[in-house]
């Protein structure tokens, strides 16, 4: 990588600022996923070892008003961390002030703080989404160097990732943004062909930019889930009632133009009544949607055709479920895909992030794969090929 990393710096009895995505999914105080947390260890591992101070931030959910700041707290998950570390984390309960700038003052090497939620800035202001550069300047002065781990915010400018690096001398990535950006990087630029990329989700509009650049990059691109009614409506074909965006028809009229043979929608369906588990269900050919029942998986004559397309392919990209996961009924589809990828010999097969990744992590596929993606947003803009902010602003080597 053209960017400074975390092994290009001396970290010995520096203070570190550690930019990491903590992001994770809450259920009534407790977490339900702690993958990212994981997955930043051995970057947080690092810099205890090198001998370093290190002052871990992240960013969890969305604060509007003053009453979020009560249930987006990051204290649950420095409890996590210190858990999984097996080592003390001080919390503190503030984003900026003598508090935190005495507990940083006080920290030895090898130890570690966190401090409290950066959307916390966000009210009054939006100082950290709005890249506030005072804010920016204020974080960088409480360190001595800045490592970002935080892929899953790298796409948004936000205070705590561009404004610190713009106002401190080195910024290097951290081991995970290195290994996503590696994974996701090499697949898109310089695929080991064939490359097929399987595109799923509830909505076309998601993903536009991503199905134009993969067309042009990959060998096939297999389509399923929701969107794929769109691009049958596009057709002419009966969708019933399945989710469909009437407003992006020309558009994915457009895109099978540009596709031809390389675009490859289902050819049956697991049809409904309902949007409901238990509802009346049964398969179908495309052509065949009954005009009063929804489209809510892919179908087994999908399921084979999918796999033919993936026999021998040494590069495989997904994003988005090919059905409606969540309701096991409708499961099917989504857990043979993550079957057929977990069997495919010699071939690097990344999960891009988001429903797909809970998807494969949920279904007992986490080992299986070459690598599943912590950041949603960003792995779709990075396989747009659009440069991320959070990258971009590293220090270069
Ligand atoms: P996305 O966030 O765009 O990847 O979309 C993920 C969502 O798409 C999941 O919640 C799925 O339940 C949903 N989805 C997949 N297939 C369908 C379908 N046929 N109809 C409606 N929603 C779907």
């Known amino acids: 990588m053209s960017k400074l990393s975390i092994t290009d710096l001396n970290l010995k009895g520096k203070k570190v600022l550690l930019r990491v995505d903590f992001n994770v999914p809450m259920k009534d105080g407790q977490i339900t996923d702690d993958n990212r947390i994981v997955e930043a260890l051995p970057t947080i591992k690092y810099v205890l070892k090198e001998g370093g101070k290190a002052i871990v931030f992240s960013h969890l959910g969305r604060i509007k008003t003053e009453e979020d700041k009560a249930k987006e707290t990051l204290l649950p998950v420095s409890k996590k961390l210190e858990e999984l570390l097996g080592q003390k984390v001080v919390f503190v309960p503030v984003t900026r002030g003598k508090e935190l700038e005495d507990a940083i003052a006080s920290l030895k090497d090898g130890e570690i703080l966190m401090f409290e939620n950066t959307r916390f800035e966000d009210v009054p202001g939006k100082k950290e989404s709005g890249n506030d550069p005072e804010l920016g300047a204020y974080w960088a002065s409480l360190g001595d160097v800045f490592v970002n781990d935080a892929f899953g915010t790298a796409h948004r400018a936000h205070a705590s990732n561009v404004g610190i690096s713009s106002h401190i001398e080195k910024s290097a990535a951290g081991f995970l943004m290195e290994k996503e950006l590696k994974y996701i990087g090499e697949a898109v630029d310089n695929p080991v062909r064939p490359f097929i990329a399987i595109l799923g989700g509830a909505k076309v509009s998601d993903k536009i930019g991503v199905i134009e650049n993969l067309l042009k990059k990959a060998d096939k691109v297999l389509i399923g889930g929701g969107m794929a ?20 028809l020309d ?31 049964k398969v179908v050919k495309a052509t065949e949607i009954p005009s009063d029942m929804m489209g809510l998986d892919v179908g087994p004559e999908t399921l084979k055709l999918y796999a033919d397309s993936l026999k021998g392919a040494k590069t495989v990209v997904w994003n988005g479920p090919v059905g409606v996961f969540e309701l096991p009924s409708f499961a099917k589809g989504t857990k043979t895909l993550c079957e057929m990828l977990a069997n495919l010999e010699g071939a690097v097969t990344i ?22 993606s912590t950041g949603g947003g960003a792995s779709l803009e990075y396989l747009e090929g659009k440069v991320l902010p959070g990258v971009a602003a590293l220090t270069d080597k």
Not at 261 to 278: E, G, Q, T, Y
Not at 357 to 369: C, R
């Open 229 to 248: 009614y769109t691009f049958y409506k596009a057709e002419g074909l009966e969708i019933g009632t399945s989710i469909c965006e009437e407003d992006k």
């Open 251 to 281: 558009l994915a009229k457009e895109l099978i133009e540009k596709g031809k043979d390389k675009l490859v929608l289902p050819i049956d369906n697991v049809v409904a009544k309902a949007f409901d588990n238990d509802s009346e269900s």
């Open 351 to 372: 999960i891009g992030g988001g429903d797909s990744a809970s998807a494969a992590i949920s279904m007992g596929y986490k080992e299986k794969f070459t690598h599943i």
